[in-house]
């Protein structure tokens, strides 16, 4: 059997069986809802359902890093810890109005127009 | 031999001996380029006429004696590069018309080499994917067999590479992107050390993990390119300022009395039968050379896959947070106030892939989740690294498989994300420990379909995986086939 | 029931560095729009930042200035949220590891010195600006301010009045105005205020529940808003109610505070760690190169103008408003000698002319050599006070020195005894009345016959001269 088939029928499997174990799902359609309006997404009722059961075996998949001791593991935020990079306090050229505003969906004048942000 | 199915160095040495001009070659490069990408897709974008007045200006260098590294020689650019004036995409909706008002740092070395560039490549969106499936562009198909997939998600720069449609090409890598489109298509791939390339210009998919790396036909043309790649960027935070060798001189020396490690956990029941075999005919070889395998273990390996979908989705969250189509980009027109233009924009403007990897990271970043996932998965993160970091006081390299099948059919892993993303086990955690990657081609299937090997070294030890690679390539006797497209 | 306020203050001071924080574009105020920008500060596809250095150098001086920790090791985050003056969808700040921890400010108020703690200081980036078109439902953007270096210093909730949070304001200020770090100009938006306030019982322990004030653009604006709340909260809670924790907005013109809470959502900023940044490691070594070309801060430069001049605390605090006035002040004692009389003619005078014309004291046409000259004159009595006060102005107007417009305009003092009896001789003669009413006991004549004499004399006679003389010779 292939290795990614097989892998993903035993996850299959583990979802299932920690789904019985917990009676519960790990994010409920609300959250996603929720989640979705942090991220300015929108999503049909067909979607959310959708992306609910999708979010739901990833993070149940995800669950399986409890088991890795990390006690006194210093997070890795980066790939090479380096420090200071450092510019000096010079100044460079600005773009020219025109090629700051050449990609801008909607440009009045010298600005970016918006829909008005309800205060 | 058509000039367009030529290595860098070879043409480099035609076109020193004016035996042949680059618009010559990039005239060849187009006539494959119109015989065959109807079939394969590789390309988002063409970009004909500016190859051609490329083309006539470095035949103008070449007649005066200027010959640079690539003068001439035409590369394809993964349409997540910035090029100033040419469109770049990362084949989204959301920036289908955004054009870049400067070049990436990768793209102005390449000029300044002398590069002439054909066009920019498809890939999956905003390089989310393991199969070009997510291009708002259309599917690349892999040019070994057009019912299926190229890899991603540089496959266009794979597919356009074993197509002869172009020299070499540029790609990235954040999880597998290079090398596991290499493994698929036959090409040679390099994921270099984070750090070593800049990400100047390079759209952000993960920050901490994205590194740009070249597609290339062989390991010598690898090492040229990685020549002209490398170098610390003072654009970039995070470049590191380490001394770029020269790699070429990485090409000619054996690895008799190397230790290779052959870590265990990843040689698991369950790789395609013909995938192992491959692999264990490499190994063969490898031992055939004066190199001894020896087994090593990455303990941690089960984690990549959780530590990987947890920190590149969070990154990417944040990264795409800035199309919002206000500045640039798409913006829908049925937004009556701001936040339904915000909402409508980026739903309509990405795609279902990106909107599932950017909920996941938003959510993994929440308020009450932060700890348990993201800063959890940094932590798992930490001891991935300390795997490679013991790993290698034992060996020079390792050596793994690349992807656990060959090439799959278009649309046999849409439905289901999960079964997608377990295609990059064994390319994830080159990316999480920083290290630098290489794959090159170690034979077929039956069915035809390449299969490729995967090198890895540590941090800042692409010379060795050159090594490695190009003493295999020589050993391996695997002839030269083509697609037949 | 009495209640105590309890204020915490959050300050935005835009650093005056060149260049902004992540990208080499120009920091200058007032530029026409959206032309100080370029693809990093735009947050367009692909770039990336790289911190000045000088902006870590000004954060560490404020650091030093009060009193905190400079922590050895700092690093950026990101804060995510969503609005169009904030092109890349997030803001590049600190969060858990910021630059300076843990110091204070004293304040000089009437019931004496209160020390004030802060919390924290960090950097972060300034947005852009997002102006509101009124008569059609758009909004519109300009970008140059975004990238402008920030810091932001956190106080403790240790504010108990709107007055102590206006001192603290103007302490804040001060200290980044004399290090040469922030412009600290209110309506131009180098230097802004948010405050948390809340009121609990007196003598109760526990802080009530606050609310965040915005908006608040000048020192006046700040203790009204602060008064107002207070006072809003206090009649929320006699009245049985409860404070609700949000956010609300000053009204400059009606003079109220307005929530935001029906608008707003509680903000999930979902911070983590730039990758795009690496971690700021800050020596002993550069903190001390720091700390040794720090300059002296107002504070301490009143005591020592109040102890080494004698001067009263007072005039220390007007003369120390600024550097510059502070260093004018000091030349000019150096070169004259005389401290007090120093401080009467600039504060008197001097600042009153620049003043009118809104004058910076670095452009002061009477410089200090110029100031010191005149007062040696008066000492060596070659003029009189009142003599000096019109040559001051003069001297002002012309930027001629003392000696140049006395020569010119004849205003030497007299100080001939002789011809000066001969004056009051005259003036004796001139007016017998007032002589007789004099001799006969009306004391307050005196002052007539010093006006008299001064008049005859065009101002120019020396007053004590005149005093001496008139007593001798209105007695007979």
Request: aromatic share 8%; with cysteine.
């Amino acid at each position: 059997m292939r290795l990614a088939a097989e892998a993903s029928y035993v996850v299959r499997i583990w979802i299932f069986l920690e789904n019985i174990r917990r009676k519960v799902l790990k994010i409920q359609k609300d959250e996603v809802t929720h989640v979705a309006h942090l991220a300015r997404l929108e999503f049909t009722e067909a979607e959310t359902e959708k992306f609910t059961a999708q979010l739901n075996n990833i993070l149940i998949y995800m669950d399986m890093l409890n088991r890795a001791d990390t006690t006194g593991v210093e997070p890795m935020t980066h790939a090479i810890a380096q420090k200071n990079a450092f510019r000096e306090d010079l100044v460079k050229e600005s773009l020219s109005r025109e090629a700051t505003l050449a990609n801008a969906p909607d440009a009045r004048g010298d600005f970016f127009r918006v829909p008005k942000v309800i205060e | 031999m058509e000039l367009n199915q030529l290595t860098i160095h070879e043409l480099q040495e035609k076109i020193k001996a004016g035996e042949t001009t680059s618009t010559e070659i990039v005239q060849a490069v187009f006539r494959r380029i119109d015989a065959v990408e109807k079939d394969v897709h590789a390309y988002i974008l063409l970009t004909r006429e500016m190859a051609l007045e490329g083309a006539a200006r470095a035949d103008e260098e070449i007649k005066k004696g200027n010959i640079k590294t690539l003068t001439g020689i035409p590369i394809a650019l993964k349409d997540l590069l910035c090029t100033k004036g040419v469109t770049t995409t990362c084949a989204s909706h959301i920036l289908h018309n955004y054009v870049p008002p400067y070049d990436a740092t990768v793209v102005e070395k390449l000029r300044d080499a002398g590069a002439v560039f054909t066009g920019k490549t498809n890939m999956d969106e905003f390089a989310m994917g393991s199969s070009t499936e997510t291009s708002y562009f259309g599917i690349t198909k892999n040019p070994w067999d057009l019912e299926r997939i190229p890899g991603g998600s540089s496959g266009g720069s794979a597919a356009a590479v074993v197509a002869d449609e172009c020299i070499a090409a540029i790609g990235s890598d954040t999880g597998g992107s290079i090398r596991q489109p290499a493994a698929l298509c036959g090409v040679v791939g390099m994921k270099p050390t984070y750090g070593r390339v800049s990400r100047y210009g390079l759209v952000a998919f993960a920050s901490s993990l994205d590194q740009i790396g070249p597609f290339t036909k062989d390991v010598e043309d690898c090492a040229i390119m990685m020549n002209i790649l490398a170098g610390y960027d003072p654009r970039e935070s995070t470049s590191v300022p380490a001394d770029v060798p020269d790699y070429r001189q990485f090409l000619s020396r054996g690895i008799g009395g190397w230790k290779v490690g052959i870590p265990k956990e990843y040689f698991i029941e369950g790789i395609d039968a013909e995938v192992k075999d491959a692999i264990q005919q490499t190994i063969k070889v490898i031992e055939g050379m004066g190199a001894k395998c020896i087994e090593v273990s990455l303990p941690h390996t089960e984690y990549c896959l959780a530590v990987y979908y947890i920190i590149a989705p969070a990154e990417a969250s944040s990264n795409l947070a800035r199309y919002d189509g206000v500045k640039y980009g798409f913006r829908s027109l049925d937004g009556r106030d701001l936040m339904e233009m915000y909402k409508k924009s980026r739903s309509a403007g990405f795609g279902a892939e990106v909107k599932r990897r950017i909920m996941l990271g938003t959510y993994v970043l929440s308020s009450g989740y932060y700890d348990a996932y993201y800063k959890k998965a940094s932590q798992v993160r930490a001891l991935i690294k300390q795997d490679f970091d013991e790993a290698f006081k034992q060996c020079d390299v390792l050596l793994t498989p690349t992807t656990p099948t060959p090439a799959f059919k278009i649309g046999e892993k849409t439905d289901d994300p999960l079964q997608m993303y377990l295609s990059d086990i064994f390319t994830i955690s080159t990316n999480l420990a920083g290290i630098p990657g290489m794959v090159v081609p170690c034979g077929f299937t039956r069915a035809g379909l390449p299969v490729g090997v995967q090198f890895l070294a540590g941090h800042f030890e692409e010379g060795k995986l050159i090594q490695i690679a190009a003493a295999y390539e020589k050993n391996a006797n695997l002839g030269k086939r083509r697609p037949k497209l | 029931m009495e209640y105590d306020p309890v204020i915490g203050l959050e300050i935005h001071a835009q650093l005056l560095t060149d260049s902004k924080i992540f990208c080499g574009c120009s920091t200058k105020f007032g530029a026409s729009p959206n032309t100080l920008t370029c693809q990093i500060c735009l947050g367009m596809p692909g770039v990336l930042p790289v911190l000045n250095k000088k902006v870590v150098e000004y954060t560490i001086k404020m650091g030093l200035a009060t009193h905190c920790r400079i922590n050895a090791e700092c690093s950026f985050a990101r804060k995510n949220y969503f609005y169009p003056d904030l092109p890349k969808g997030y803001q590049i700040s600190q969060y858990a590891y910021p630059l300076a921890e843990q110091g204070y400010v004293d304040l000089e108020l009437e019931e004496g010195r209160k020390r004030i703690g802060i919390t924290r200081i960090h950097m972060e980036e300034d947005a852009g600006k997002l102006m509101h078109d009124e008569h059609n439902p758009s909004s519109y953007i300009d970008l140059n301010r975004t990238g402008v270096p920030l810091i932001e210093i956190v106080s403790e909730p240790d504010i108990r009045s709107a007055e102590e949070a206006s001192a603290y304001l103007r302490r804040l200020h001060e200290i980044l105005v004399y290090l040469g770090i922030c412009d600290g100009n209110m309506e131009e938006g180098s230097f802004r205020c948010d405050a948390n306030v809340s009121i609990r019982p007196k003598g109760q322990e526990a802080f009530g529940t606050r609310a965040e004030l915005k908006n608040m653009n000048s020192f006046r604006n700040v203790q009204r808003a602060l008064e107002y709340e207070i006072k809003r909260q206090q009649y929320i809670l006699e009245g049985g109610g409860e404070v609700v924790q949000e956010t609300r907005l000053w009204d400059d013109t009606g003079g109220v505070t307005h929530s935001m809470r029906s608008k707003e959502e509680a903000h999930d900023y979902r911070y983590f760690p730039d990758p795009d940044l690496v971690a700021v490691a800050i020596s002993r070594e550069w903190v001390e190169e720091i700390h040794k070309g720090l300059p002296e801060l107002p504070l301490e430069k009143r005591e020592r103008f109040i102890r080494d001049y004698q001067i009263p605390a007072y005039d220390a605090g007007v003369l120390t408003t600024s550097r510059a006035l502070a260093d004018y002040y000091e030349e000019v004692v150096k070169l004259s000698g005389q401290p007090k009389v120093a401080s009467n003619w600039i504060m008197g005078d001097i600042l009153r002319f620049i003043n009118e014309e809104k004058r910076d004291i670095t452009a002061c046409p009477v410089t200090p050599q110029a100031l010191a000259d005149m007062i040696r004159l008066i000492e060596e009595g070659t003029i009189s006070g009142k003599i000096a006060k019109e040559v001051i102005e003069e001297m002002y107007k012309t930027g001629k020195p003392a000696k140049a417009i006395i020569e010119e305009k004849g205003l030497v003092q007299i100080t001939d005894e002789g011809a000066l009896a001969q004056v009051v001789t005259e003036v004796m003669a001139a007016n017998p009345n007032q002589l007789a009413q004099y001799r006969g006991g009306k004391d307050k004549l005196f002052g007539f016959f010093v006006g008299q004499v001064m008049k005859a004399t065009q101002g120019k006679a020396n007053p004590q001269l005149i005093n001496d003389l008139l007593k001798k010779m209105l007695a007979g």
